[in-house]
């Protein structure tokens, strides 16, 4: 069975580092009450279009949790408005992150809910950087 080229997506993602906020005008007590944010970023390439995306969290934890939260939205709007039927995840493969059991379990459950097939390719630690290292 083939798939036809524009109900396929591919998403390559990955964490930033945490970035502390800071206001131009700081009190002197703001060294003590720092925020800090985490940044997932990632690109999307679809057969007619491809973009990248980013989510911002003030919860700097990159569990598989956090990681599906951040991009819930974006993939049911790909699979609403574009009619996707495959998604193909890359990233690094941090066990902490994505590379474990809750992501394989919180994957084949969104793929059940959706009708959908999904795949997921683990790239070797140290590989280099990514395009969704440049978003």
């Known amino acids: ?3 036809e080229d524009d109900q396929v997506a591919t998403i390559q ?3 930033s580092e945490n970035y502390n906020l800071k206001q131009a005008w700081e009190e002197k007590g703001a060294y003590y009450y720092e925020r800090h ?3 997932q970023s990632g690109f999307i390439w679809l057969k007619n279009n ?13 569990m598989a949790e956090a ?3 951040a991009i819930q939205d974006l993939l049911n709007e790909l699979i609403d408005e574009n009619n996707i039927n495959t998604i193909n995840f890359i990233s690094d493969s941090p066990v902490s992150q994505y590379r474990n059991k809750t992501t394989i379990f919180m994957m084949k459950r969104f793929a059940i809910d959706y009708n959908i097939d999904i795949k997921w ?3 070797e630690s140290g590989h280099g950087k990514g395009v969704a ?3």
Do not use: G
């Open 121 to 123: 390719i683990f790239l």
């Open 50 to 62: 491809s973009f990248s995306f980013a989510s911002i969290s003030d919860d700097t934890c990159h």
């Open 13 to 15: 993602l990955d964490w």
């Open 1 to 3: 069975q083939t798939k």
């Open 133 to 135: 290292d440049a978003v």
């Open 37 to 39: 944010v985490a940044i």
């Open 67 to 69: 990681a599906w939260t």
